[in-house]
């Protein structure tokens, strides 16, 4: 009986996806409804959560630009999509450095609709791959399967926090040089 809550899970995991930047609305939403859109996307894979007021800080903070008349764009709401997820792994601070690099190297659309593919990719393939995590031939049960996922998890946050911090420094010595 334990099986049946997970295959459904990999079951929506499956047809998980997030819509592409032509997709988004772009006759701009109001504030909750703008955070229902978002959850409407995310609320079956659990775990994000985006309400009204977080988007209003992420507005302050200058994560988000502003709302035009109160109402979010197409623009907007793809960086809250990416917000609602990248908040996961990264803190607000380092979420905007990674904003600005993308700005820099690429247009909107190119860098919302990449992470898109990645992210649906990376999700499925890691709801289905069974057999990678052991080359010691040993069974895999659930609890291996676990402790693997967490210590992926831990490895690429390092890899994403080490990369991220040199390009900022990177970024900022070009700009002092130029």
């Known amino acids: ?4 809550p997970e ?3 990999e079951e929506v995991v499956r047809a998980f996806r997030l819509p592409r930047y032509q997709e988004i609305p772009d006759v701009g939403l109001y504030l909750e409804q703008a955070a ?5 996307f995310l609320d079956p894979l659990e775990g994000y959560s985006l309400t009204p007021s977080m ?14 008349k109160k109402r979010y764009d197409r623009d907007r709401l793809a960086y809250l999509l990416f917000v609602a997820i ?7 601070d380092a979420l905007g450095d990674f904003m600005e690099i993308q700005k ?19 999700l499925q393939f890691t709801f289905e791959v069974r057999d990678l995590m052991d080359s010691d031939g040993e069974e895999t049960s659930p609890e291996k ?10 490895v ?23």
């Open 1 to 4: 009986m334990k099986q049946e």
């Open 7 to 9: 295959r459904s899970f």
């Open 36 to 40: 229902k859109y978002i959850g409407g």
């Open 55 to 68: 988007i209003s800080n992420y507005v302050k903070k200058g994560l988000i630009p502003s709302p035009v």
């Open 86 to 92: 990248g908040k996961s792994v990264l803190s607000l």
């Open 104 to 122: 820099k190297t690429y247009a909107l659309e190119q860098a919302y609709d990449y992470f898109c593919r990645e992210y649906e990719k990376v």
């Open 145 to 154: 399967r676990l402790c693997y996922t967490c210590v992926v998890a831990a």
């Open 156 to 178: 690429q946050k390092i890899y994403l926090e080490k990369s991220l911090r040199q390009m900022v420094e990177k970024y900022a010595s070009d700009e002092q040089a130029g």
